[in-house]
C-alpha cells in the first residue's frame, strides 16, 4: 500500500510535471510515438485489408499470416532491429507497426467481408463501378469493425511502447526503466498508473468514434436477426 | 452484418481464461509433490553416514542437510553457482541447484524464506542493496562496509580477486586520436561525450555524476538497458556515443579492441565475487571448499568462462562450471 501512497505523491508533486524529463513531456512523446505507429500501420494496413475483403483474394493468406505476427516478440524485435538500423525511433518503430498491423488489417478485411453480399449485389445491379462499391457500400458498413481494430491496435501500441523504453527513448516508459535499477517502486507505479490512464482515455475516445461511424442502419438493426438493412 | 459476424470469436475467451486457472492448480500440485520429495530427499541425506556434518547451530534443529545454490537470471551468475555446487558436491556435500532465479529482488527473498541458502553475488551492489546510502569504493572499504551490513542470519565468506566491475570502454581510434587511456584524460578531449549504460547511470555515484565530481567531464547518458550487451556495443562502434559502460568480465571487450579506462581515483564500485550464505548452511566445511574456490577465481577466469558461455561454443554453465574445477583441483 506504500508503495501505491508513494505513486500517488509522486504524481502529485507539481515538480515532477514540467522540463524535459517531467510528465507532461513524456506523455507527449508516448502520445506522438504512438499516433506515429498507427498512421504508418494504417497505411500499410487498412487499403490492404479493405483489397483483401473486397476481392476475397489473399484470405488464405492474410490470416495466418497476421496471426504469425501478432506471436512476434517485441521486445526481441525491438533489439534486433536496433542491431540492425541503430539505437533511435526507427527500430522501436518498426517493430510496433509490426504489432499494430494484425488488429488494423483483421478489422479492415472482417469488416468488408461481413458486408451482406445481397447489399453488395444490390449495389452492383443499380450500376455502381467497383471503387463505388467500396467507397458507399462496404466501408461505411466496414467501420465499426475497422473502428473496432483501431481500438484493439491503439491498447497495445500505447501499452507496448513502454518497452522500448529499454533504449533510449522518451515515453512513459523511461518512468518505469529508470526506477526499476534505483528501486524507486513508487515512481515506477506512477509511471504505470500514467500508462493506464493514458489506455483508457485513449480506448473511450476511440469508444465514442466506433459509435459514431456506426451507419444509422446498422445500430438501427443490431441485434434483428433479418440481414436486409433497413435503409434500403 | 459486422454486428452479427463478430459473436464466433467470442467463446474462445471463455477457454483460454479458464485453461491456466486449470494449468495453475497443476503447477500447485506439481509444487507440493516436489517439495514432499525434497523433504524426502533431504531425510534420506540425513541418513546416510558417508555425508559430512554440515549446518546444526543448534536453532530447534531446523536445519537441512542439503545445500541449495541459487543464482541471478545471468550467465556468470549461473556458471558462479554451478561452480559452487559442484565443488561443494565434488568434496562430498548434498547439494541442489536453482539457476536463474531472477534479480537480487527475487533471489535475496528466496534465501530469506530458506528455498535457497547459497547465491554468488558482487561486493559493491550487495553492499548498495544492504545499505543503499554506502560510499564505500575501493575492494576492501566495500569489503569491510559490507560485512557489517548483511543482515543476522547470513554472512559473506572470502571475496574473490575476480570482478565483474562496471568499467568504461572505447573503441582503439578513440583512444589513440585523443591519446586517452584513464577516465582522468577525458577532460582534455574536445568533442562532447555521451555514454551508454544502463538508466540507473544517470544516478550513480559511479555514474554521470560522478565523471563529473570525480574527473570533471560533463557526459550525458544514452540509456540502454541490455547491461553493457550488443545494443550498447552497436551504439559504441557505430559512433552514436564515446562511452560504453561493459561489465568487466564481457568477452566483447577484448572481441573488439575496446580499451578499457583507468580508474585512477577508484570512482567504480568495486565487485568481488563473494558468496552469499545463510549462516545455519555454513559450516566450517563448507566455509572451507568455498574459500579454498574463491582463492582461484580471478577477473581473466571469469572472463575465459564467458566466453565459453556466449562466444561460438554456446556451453552450458554447469558444463564450463564442472571443466574450471577440474582444471583447479577440485574434482571429486
Known sequence: ???????????????????????????????????????????????????????????????????ALRALPTLGLVTLLALAVGIGLLGPLIALVILAIPPLLAGAYAGVEAVDPLVVDAARAAGMTEWQILARVELPLALPL??????SACLQ??????????LPLGGLGRFLFDAIPVRDYGRMLAGSILVIVLALIADGLLALLQRTVTPAGVRASRGVPSPVPSTI | MPALRTPPREPALPTSTRRPARRARAHVLAA???????????????SNPLAPETGGTGDGGATTDTIVVGSAAFPEAEILAYVYADGLKAAGFDVDVKPS??????????????????????TGNLLQYFDAQATAQSPDDVLAALQKAVPDGFEVLDPAEAQDADSYNVTKAFSQQYGVTSLADLAKVPVPISVAANPEFAERPYGIPGLKSVYGVDATLVPINDGGGPNTLAALLDGTVQLADIYSTTPSIAENDLVTLEDPEHMILAQNVIPLIATKSASDEVVKVLNAIQAKLTTAELIAMNTRSSGDEKASSQRIADDWLAANGFAG
Open chain 1, 1 to 67: 500500500m506504500s508503495w501505491f501512497s508513494d505513486a500517488i505523491a509522486w504524481l502529485a508533486d507539481p515538480a515532477h510535471w514540467p522540463g524535459a524529463g517531467g510528465i507532461a513531456a513524456r506523455l507527449g512523446e508516448h502520445l506522438e510515438y504512438t499516433v506515429l505507429t498507427l498512421l504508418i500501420a494504417g497505411v500499410i494496413a487498412i487499403p490492404l485489408g479493405l483489397a483483401i475483403g473486397h476481392t476475397g483474394r489473399g484470405r488464405a493468406f492474410a490470416v495466418p499470416f497476421t496471426g
Open chain 1, 146 to 151: 475497422l473502428a473496432g481494430g483501431l481500438r
Open chain 1, 157 to 166: 501500441v500505447i501499452a507496448t511502447w513502454t518497452v522500448a523504453a529499454w
Open chain 2, 32 to 46: 507440493a509433490a516436489l517439495a514432499a520429495s525434497v523433504v524426502a530427499l533431504a531425510g534420506c541425506a540425513g
Open chain 2, 101 to 122: 532465479i531472477g534479480a537480487r529482488d527475487a533471489y535475496i527473498a528466496a534465501l530469506q524464506d530458506g528455498s535457497i541458502d547459497l547465491v554468488p553475488e558482487y
